[in-house]
């Protein structure tokens, strides 16, 4: 039952879903047609009465308004700095029709909370009336003079003002206000708490303002509104939960004033409160109060004591990076009891304590998880198999299995229990001829071993066998009667087989190393360096040293022969003394210019067949010089017996030479035994090269 009626203008209701507008004068707007008719939306956003003139200048903060003909009249809608402290929002019921809160039992609510602007002042602007005091003209005391601290007076605040000294006629300094007779520090709102007042005030333009209480202050079919926006009215669809059918109530939390809020259930509610048990109070879920017995202590499962729920300590604890605490059986974290250390690191708020690496890694490869955020290295796999990454097993992705390991490669096989890698045949008989082992119990036909072929790499040219056995090595006195020094002693040597080229390397096979870029050219600009001339593709390529022909075989998958090879090649095992035997050196079968066939350079490769050696290689005298890979050493005394190249370490300054060339015009240089030698970085018009493998 509604104790006092106020009488007020209806209002207009702007949305009953969201922001209704209230039906009392001084009541907040934001824009006119908030305000009902008659009224405005004044800047301090409440509805005030229009009458018959406009706004004035300074009603805005002293609450004036200006009559028809503009000067200001003393009308007061707030109780403003004329109308005293007992004036109410007007004089009582035959105010007219801005009568808001009138001469009921709250009138003067608002009197005294709005003392109009302060008068600035300083030295140079004195004050019309009172005294300038802290930059503010004032009426009555000031701290300047003295009364503050005089017994019995009150105290003087940082604005230089005596606090219990404002109302009517005595305003307060810069950045304080007049609230209730006192000057306090910023505005009225913040010093009275007018939200936290048990007398229903609220703020509204730096004053509290009175709001309605259980529908006290609205008008007949509006309900005062509950909840977070509390104190204003609203026309809806109901005023209480009675106009609202079970187990919807009127939403004043939510929605204003619709049916739709469906209660929390006791359980709900109780959970909701989390520590309290017995009877609890509160509002639910849809801003309505209730009493619920929610027993014994529900989430919490420990004593009910005064109700709440006594905390209850249990063994369990959470962590908080290093930091662990104890928790209490309704969640609230107590005491710090210790610390996480590296070996039991927080992981998901729990001190983790990480799996036994025994456990973890058995039958486990590769890094596996310890169940704390950290791995176990549990090693590699064993017998060839690999660790899936997955599923950290070992497996055999090559899927051959022989015995206990896992073969790597799909060409292997297993052979006497153990996993075997069969040779490529390719490099296989590149060195070998005939059948040849593949090194599992296999083999090759790896064709015949004589005769000349392609080169087994796809570059060069033909390369010829030579076979495997003994042969004598040196100057053989018994067929030649011009042996040097450096040939001596004659002595028997053992070469395994090998490919030795049919030709010197020719200018057009250079070509292809030097345009793959792993070549450099050959000598300089030259008549007699074949390399730099037209014409001669298929000329050896000469003015290289030893340095450039080396890179060459590397490049072909060959390699520079030895001196063991070379000889075996050029003479074979009867000790000849020329590639042919040991018939007279002649022009047909040999480019040089010795007996008259007077050379004036090098000519193609293989241009004299029937000086070919016993293995079929062309030009093993005459023509160009061929770099070998040995060391130059003047006798045999301490050379390999076993066919390999003879060599320093570290390696000497000179390589040796062999096979006379087109320049020469003795016969002794150009016997299958004689031999030569120059600096590896050297090269002449007369030097070539031929590689072996």
Known sequence: MKSTIL????????????????????????????????????????????????????????????????????????????SGAGAGLDSGPDAGPDAGFDGGPDAGFD???????VEECDAVTPCAAGICCGGGCVMGDCCGDGDCTTPGKPTCTAGHVCVDV???????????????????????CNALDCAGNPDGSFCINNKCSRKCVADVGCSPGKCCQAGPAAGSCYQGECCDDSQCSEPLVCAGGGTPNACGCTPETEAEFCIRMKSACGLTDGNDNCWKFRVTDCGACNTCKSECVAGQCKPEYHAGYRCDGADVYWFDSCGTREELKQDCTSAQPCVGNVCCTPTEKTATCTGKCGEVPDGCGGFHDCGSCQNGYECDGGTNKCACTSGIVCGVQCCHSVSDVCHQSACCTKADPTELCAAKCG??????????????????GPSPTGKGGEMCWVTSGDFWMGCNGAADNECEGDENPYHQVTVPALRLDKYEVTVAEYDLCYDAGKCTAPGTPGPGCNWWNSGRNDHPVNCASWEQARTYCEWAGKRLPSEAEWEKAARGTDGRKYPWGNGSLDCTRAVHSANGCASTGTAPVGSKPAGAGPYGNADMVGNVWEWIEDDYHSTYSGAPATGGAWVNSPRGTARVLRGGSWWNNMAQYLRSSDRAWNEPAGWGDYWGFRCAR
């Open 7 to 82: 009488a007020a203008a209806a209002l207009i209701c702007v949305s009953c879903l969201g922001a209704c507008t209230v039906d009392i004068a001084g009541a907040p707007c934001s824009a006119d047609e908030n305000c009902p008719a008659g009224q405005y939306c004044a800047d301090d956003h409440t509805c005030r009465m229009a009458g018959t003139g406009s706004r004035g200048g300074d009603g805005e903060d002293s609450g004036r308004l200006q009559d028809a003909s503009g000067s200001k009249d003393g009308g007061k809608l707030d109780g403003g700095v004329d």
């Open 166 to 188: 404002c109302g009517p006629n005595v305003r307060c300094g810069k950045g304080f206000a007049c609230c209730e007779g006192k000057c306090r520090q910023g505005d009225c």
């Open 435 to 452: 059948i040849a082992s593949d090194g599992c119990g296999g083999s090759y036909d790896c064709g015949p071993c004589s005769g000349c």
């Open 111 to 117: 009197a005294g909370y709005d003392a109009g602007p």
